[in-house]
């Protein structure tokens, strides 16, 4: 999980960061809206 | 989703969603559309679409169901009536590859995946209510 991803307000953070530390349900959307 | 995050958080998990778009236009979308309660991700790049090996739908295909949807009268229903709604929809329809399909991952405190679901097609993503029977059973 080495996806580098974008905050909304710009900033990176990278996938592996987010789903450490605790249980996570990642949602891959097609699109907004 | 967003009304039922406080049952997700009983489970003891939390929820990110990954839009293929850049943050600023996440940004966009969440000033149209309100708060959630979990936060969102822009992947411009698709890396994580890449990394997970989501489907794609052959646009042919793709092209026939919408067309079966206008005749339906059910495409129409997906377009909010709202302008600026309306507007981050269809800006987000023709800026992105509709083909590329979604995903749902479930992933332990370590991050190993215990499970995931690549979506066929727009129709056949996790449910909500499907979601939550997948958490009883693991937990």
Redesign the interface.
């Known amino acids: 999980m080495n996806a580098i991803l974008e905050k909304t307000n710009g900033e990176t953070v990278e996938l592996d960061a987010l789903i450490q530390g605790q249980k996570t349900v990642v949602t891959l959307v097609r699109h907004l809206g | ?1 967003r009304e039922r995050y406080e049952e ?1 958080e009983q ?17 966009e ?2 000033n149209q ?1 309100g708060d959630y309660p979990f ?7 698709k ?6 090996g ?1 489907k794609t739908m052959p646009k042919g295909k793709l092209l026939m169901k919408s067309l079966k949807g206008m005749l339906k009268g059910t495409v129409s229903n997906v377009i ?1 009536k709202d302008n600026g ?1 309306k507007d ?2 269809m800006k ?2 023709k800026s ?1 590859d ?1 083909s ?12 190993k995946m215990t499970f995931s679901h690549l ?1 066929e097609s ?1 129709e056949d993503r996790v449910n909500v209510d499907q ?1 939550f029977d997948v958490l009883k059973q693991q937990s």
């Open positions: 989703m997700l489970f003891g998990y939390k929820l990110i969603v990954i839009a293929p778009h850049k943050g600023s236009f996440v940004q979308f969440l559309f936060p969102f991700y822009g992947d411009p790049d890396q994580a679409y890449d990394e997970v989501t909010p709604q981050v929809v987000s329809m992105e509709v590329i399909q979604g995903a749902t991952l479930i992933l332990d405190e370590k991050g979506d727009p979601l």
